[in-house]
Structure formats: structure tokens, C-alpha cells
T-cell receptor, first 112, second 114 residues
Framework: RKEVEQDPGPFNVPEGATVAFNCTYS??????FFWYRQDCRKEPKLLMS???SGNEDGRFTAQLNRASQYISLLIRDSKLSDSATYLC?????????????FGSGTQLTVLP | IAGITQAPTSQILAAGRRMTLRCTQD?????MYWYRQDLGLGLRLIHY???????GKGEVPDGYSVSRANTDDFPLTLASAVPSQTSVYFC?????????????FGQGTRLTVV
């Protein structure tokens, strides 16, 4: 089983739609959680961190459920510019080292 | 230099050749990482370094080596390239001492081994 698993996608949605991505992680000792966005042929960039209390940034809402080891990202009122691959990222400490583990990504295409 | 820089941006390499991918950051981050990204497999960790002078193996370390002689540089070496190492390679850094801080990525190196 992969350490971080995401919805396989791809998601094709019309402009204005609401879309949700899910991510599960296997390591219960995971400490930090993030959503990254990656545009085609570009490097990943941080979209938002994910906190236990849930957090919102404009049209984006991220939630974490530690008991179920589950992370979600909700995008409301989708824009064409939201088309990208969304990566779930989990960090944990292994001894003195900190590792970032990525999900395989979920591709979103917002259609006009 | 602003942030994290990789070189080269792309390379075509003959199988069996040795190659070093360079990565430099100017943010004084303690942690650095090398990932490869392949279609359908996402980003997979090759090697990481939590601090200068130490390195560790990630998920797919075979065929790769790294060194961390100082805080800023984290080169990745392919001793004898094989076609299965054709991929996009991303270097990243973070200040892991600060807990849940973000990782910053270089622009990537597209490597084709023929």
C-alpha cells in the first residue's frame, strides 16, 4: 500500500463547479500536511497547508481528519486557471530526518 | 540566485555515462531532497539530507548517489545511467527545523537516457 494515496482522477468539471479531492495516508505518526499544485511541465508549488481545525483560503478549503488519516481539498466556483495537478503531501520524522511524501496527484481540468 | 536552482534544465545522455545534476539553494534551508517524477507514479523520493554532512535514502535510491558538503548544494549523481532513469528530476529544500513549513522546488531537470 502506498504511503499517500489520492483519487486517481482525472477530474473534468465545468467552470463554476465545486470539486473535492481526497487523500489518505498510512503513517499515523505523520506530522504535517499540505496541498501542492503543479502546472504542466512546471515544479510543484505550495497551495495551502492543512490544519486539524480545517482552513480556508478564498475558494479553497482544506480539512484534516487525523483519526481517519484523511485529507481533503475543496475548490468552489472553479476557474479555468485552476486546471492543474493537485498533490497531497505528508511529512513525518524518521529519527532526526524529516521526510516529505507525495501522493501521485489528481489532475483537474476546468472546462469553459 | 533566488530560491533554489537546478542545472541543467534538460539533458540527453548516453547509457553508461556518468552525470551529476546540480542543485543550489540560497535560503539556508537545512533539509534538501531529490525526487523523480514519472507519469502515473507521482514524485518519488530518491535521497534526502537533513543537514550538511548527512544524507539518507528515499524510496528509489538505487543507481543514484548524493553528497551534502555544505548547506547550499546537494548534487545528485548517476554513476552509470540506464534508460529507466529517464525522468524529470526535482530538487527541493525546506527548513524542517521549523516544523510544518513548505518545501520549495527547483524548476526541474528533464533527463533522457538513450
Amino acid at each position: 500500500r502506498k504511503e499517500v494515496e489520492q483519487d486517481p482522477g482525472p477530474f473534468n468539471v465545468p467552470e463554476g463547479a465545486t470539486v473535492a479531492f481526497n487523500c489518505t495516508y498510512s503513517n499515523s505518526a505523520s506530522q504535517s500536511f499540505f496541498w501542492y499544485r503543479q502546472d504542466c511541465r512546471k515544479e510543484p508549488k505550495l497551495l495551502m497547508s492543512v490544519y486539524s481545525s480545517g482552513n480556508e483560503d478564498g475558494r479553497f478549503t482544506a480539512q484534516l481528519n487525523r483519526a481517519s488519516q484523511y485529507i481533503s481539498l475543496l475548490i468552489r466556483d472553479s476557474k479555468l486557471s485552476d486546471s492543474a495537478t493537485y498533490l497531497c503531501v505528508v511529512t513525518f520524522s524518521s529519527g532526526s530526518a524529516r521526510q516529505l511524501t507525495f501522493g501521485s496527484g489528481t489532475q483537474l481540468t476546468v472546462l469553459p | 540566485i533566488a530560491g533554489i536552482t537546478q542545472a541543467p534544465t534538460s539533458q540527453i545522455l548516453a547509457a553508461g555515462r556518468r552525470m551529476t545534476l546540480r542543485c543550489t539553494q540560497d535560503m539556508r534551508h537545512n533539509a534538501m531532497y531529490w525526487y523523480r517524477q514519472d507519469l502515473g507514479l507521482g514524485l518519488r523520493l530518491i535521497h534526502y539530507s537533513n543537514t550538511a554532512g548527512t544524507t539518507g535514502k528515499g524510496e528509489v535510491p538505487d543507481g543514484y548517489s548524493v553528497s551534502r558538503a555544505n548547506t547550499d548544494d546537494f548534487p545528485l549523481t548517476l554513476a552509470s545511467a540506464v534508460p529507466s532513469q529517464t525522468s524529470v528530476y526535482f530538487c527541493a529544500s525546506s527548513d524542517s527545523r521549523q516544523g510544518g513549513t513548505e518545501a520549495f522546488f527547483g524548476q526541474g531537470t528533464r533527463l533522457t537516457v538513450v
